[in-house]
């Protein structure tokens, strides 16, 4: 099977991506790959961040590996936080400081259309592929969970859903998110692979 250091230490983002790509390729974290230091994200865009980390990556290791970078895009809001989502409350802020930021930034505001976007980037051999994933919804005026996912999902509410990400099962929020669905594109150019 396929190694790929995939380029985080985040564990619920491992828990997602080794759950899609389970049989197709072992995914290695960056710690298990024993890669430290702080992985530049300085582009304005998601896929420029992808494509930062993931060289970041194949430049210490040439092993094959990937990265994403998601944003929420809201539009009351002109898109933002977009690239900025994970630092939207400043450096070193928490998922929460940023739920309390969104949630001020929009109170009052009727219009609570939004979009999660993820871009992954994939070097594979030395060469760049792309693979995005999104999903239209809603921010909610107060966070609702049952103690799953993380970043903005206890705020979010994908269409045709009566529920947050946050109170969603694993599986079925793997099937429709963001991620997800970047992941699934990832994985389909995976097992095309002679």
């Given at each position: 099977?396929?190694?790929?250091?995939?380029?985080?230490?985040?564990?619920?983002?491992?828990?997602?991506?080794?759950?899609?790509?389970?049989?197709?390729?072992?995914?290695?974290?960056?710690?298990?790959?024993?890669?430290?230091?702080e992985i530049p994200e300085?582009?304005?865009?998601?896929?420029?961040?992808?494509?930062?980390?993931?060289?970041?990556?194949?430049?210490?290791?040439?092993?094959?590996?990937?990265?994403?970078?998601?944003?929420?895009?809201?539009?009351?809001?002109?898109?933002?936080?977009?690239?900025?989502?994970?630092?939207?409350?400043?450096?070193?802020?928490?998922?929460?400081?940023?739920?309390?930021?969104?949630l001020a930034a929009l109170?009052?505001?009727?219009?609570?259309?939004?979009?999660?976007?993820?871009?992954?980037?994939?070097?594979?051999?030395?060469?760049?592929?792309?693979?995005?994933?999104?999903?239209?919804?809603?921010?909610?005026?107060?966070?609702?969970?049952?103690?799953?996912?993380?970043?903005?999902?206890?705020?979010?509410?994908?269409?045709?859903?009566?529920?947050?990400?946050?109170?969603?099962?694993?599986?079925?929020?793997?099937?429709?998110?963001?991620?997800?669905?970047?992941?699934?594109?990832?994985?389909?150019?995976?097992?095309?692979?002679?």
């Open positions: 099977m396929k190694r790929l250091i995939f380029a985080s230490n985040n564990k619920h983002k491992l828990v997602e991506v080794r759950a899609a790509l389970e049989g197709i390729a072992k995914v290695v974290s960056l710690a298990e790959a024993g890669l430290e230091g300085t582009a304005d865009t998601l896929q420029g961040n992808a494509l930062q980390k993931a060289q970041w990556v194949w430049e210490r290791t040439h092993i094959d590996c990937f990265a994403d970078d998601t944003g929420l895009e809201v539009d009351a809001l002109n898109g933002a936080p977009g690239v900025y989502s994970a630092r939207y409350a400043g450096e070193h802020c928490s998922f929460d400081d940023n739920i309390n930021k969104l109170d009052g505001e009727s219009n609570r259309k939004a979009d999660f976007r993820t871009v992954i980037c994939l070097i594979e051999k030395g060469e760049v592929h792309y693979f995005e994933g999104r999903v239209d919804g809603q921010i909610l005026t107060e966070r609702h969970t049952n103690g799953e996912g993380f970043g903005y999902d206890p705020i979010f509410m994908p269409d045709r859903f009566a529920v947050s990400f946050a109170e969603m099962p694993l599986d079925v929020k793997n099937s429709i998110s963001h991620r997800g669905r970047a992941v699934e594109k990832l994985a389909a150019y995976l097992k095309q692979l002679p």
